[in-house]
């Protein structure tokens, strides 16, 4: 008779090898792929440093706008 075996057969470490795998090409190929996170994730990159750039223009131009608004009135006060 057969006696209960204790441990790992070769089969199912054969299967759990394959799952890991299958596993590995598709994490490798979402990660890699043209449309993938990592190109992903540069497009996002370069679209906030424009947004950013963007931002940092339009606070630059109040700034001035202010400072021309602050100069007039003080001008305007001195006469």
């Known amino acids: 008779m057969l006696k209960n ?3 790992v057969t070769l089969i199912a470490l054969v299967i759990t090898i394959i799952v890991l795998l299958i596993l590995a ?10 449309n993938g996170i990592v190109a992903r994730s540069q497009q996002t ?3 906030w440093k424009n947004a950013e750039n963007h931002e940092l223009t339009g606070i630059n131009d109040l700034v ?12 305007d006060n001195k006469q």
């Open 5 to 7: 075996q204790k441990g």
């Open 25 to 34: 090409g598709i994490t490798i190929t979402l990660a890699l792929d043209p």
């Open 45 to 47: 990159r370069n679209e």
């Open 64 to 75: 001035d706008t202010w400072n021309n608004i602050d100069y007039q009135i003080k001008e």
